[in-house]
């Protein structure tokens, strides 16, 4: 029977389950739904788990999981894994953040800080004395400055002020009114606030579209974007007393190479030439699974790895 540990990168969107075993074998990768308590409800929470647990008992024996979810301190979140996983059998077992297993997975352990901008934004960073520091992450109403969301928001903010006759004309109203339908006020109010989220960060991809065609409010809202992002990176760096490390960078706004990257990349090089930018060495998924596998004893893996186990 294959003996294996599983790695969960819990997503809002989309959830990543990665088996892998004391040795490092990939046993299997597989996609889920959305990992989301909150947005999804009860029921589907628990069919989620239901699937993945069964998931894992098909592929053989499960002797750790970690998951890594946003809204881990939940603690109805916490009580339906642990009912679920104690029925299938998994007794070792850990929830944390999301940032901890992106952070985890980015440097594989070593010190150095890791940004993600994604629809929200956060910065997670290790000290060389091992310590852990999170800073941003605060959501939508009070933070997540250079996320996908806040790039959106301030289109979004940009149009309506020029549509009241207060701000400066911009390309982003003609490609925001395109993109999503928008040709009076109560419809950009109704896109807005009936869309959630996800509708106002999928306008940031306009922003860079309007700043590559030489629009100028696009490219304020970029460089006040990108110098909340360096400010969130230097006090990481600050807090952790981390000088000459690498900083990983994750999540749709800065993964590619965007203006928003280079933006970035330039004004941290500014203030902190010690820091240097580098992609990720693995993903969250397997920042996950390499924390399942240090919780197994280390005795427990060379004799499984030295295959006397069967």
């Known amino acids: 029977m294959v003996k294996f540990a599983a790695g969960i990168d819990g997503g809002g969107t989309g959830t990543t389950l990665l088996c892998r075993e004391p040795g490092g074998r990939t046993v299997s990768e597989q996609r889920f739904g959305a990992f989301n308590l909150n947005g999804t409800g009860e029921e589907h929470f628990a069919a989620l788990l239901a699937e993945i647990t069964a ?6 024996s499960c002797q750790s999981v970690c998951i890594g979810a946003a809204g881990s301190s939940n603690p109805r979140m916490r009580s339906m894994i ?3 996983f104690q029925t299938a059998g998994i007794m070792r ?3 944390v ?5 992106a952070l985890h997975g980015a440097l594989e352990g070593e010190a150095g800080l890791c940004l993600i901008a994604g629809t929200g934004s956060v910065c997670c960073g290790r000290g060389r004395d091992g310590r852990i520091l999170r800073l941003g992450g605060w959501g939508h109403l009070i933070g997540d400055s250079g996320s996908a969301y806040a790039l959106g928001r301030d289109a979004f903010a940009a149009v309506a002020r020029q549509w009241d006759g207060m701000g400066p004309e911009t390309g982003l109203t003609a490609k925001l009114a395109e993109a999503f339908h928008l040709g009076s006020r ?6 807005v606030y009936q869309g959630g989220k996800s509708r106002v960060a999928a306008a940031a991809r306009l922003v860079e579209q309007a700043f590559l065609d030489g629009d100028a409010l696009a490219g304020e809202i970029l460089e006040r974007n990108a110098r909340c992002l360096v400010e969130l990176t230097a006090a990481a760096a600050g807090r952790l007393s981390l000088g000459h490390a690498p900083v990983a960078l994750m ?3 800065l993964a590619q190479d965007t ?16 820091l240097r930018c580098i992609r990720p060495k693995q993903n969250a998924a397997a920042g996950a699974v390499s924390l399942a596998l240090s919780a197994i004893p280390a005795e427990e893996q060379a004799f499984r790895a030295s295959g006397r186990e069967t």
């Open 186 to 191: 109560e419809e950009l109010i109704a896109c």
């Open 251 to 253: 999540g749709g706004v």
């Open 55 to 60: 998931c894992l008992r098909a592929l053989g």
């Open 259 to 274: 203006a928003m990257r280079r933006l970035f990349v330039s004004k941290l090089a500014a203030v902190r030439p010690d």
């Open 97 to 101: 953040g999301d940032d901890e297993i």
């Open 82 to 84: 642990a009912e679920t």
């Open 93 to 95: 077992w850990d929830l």
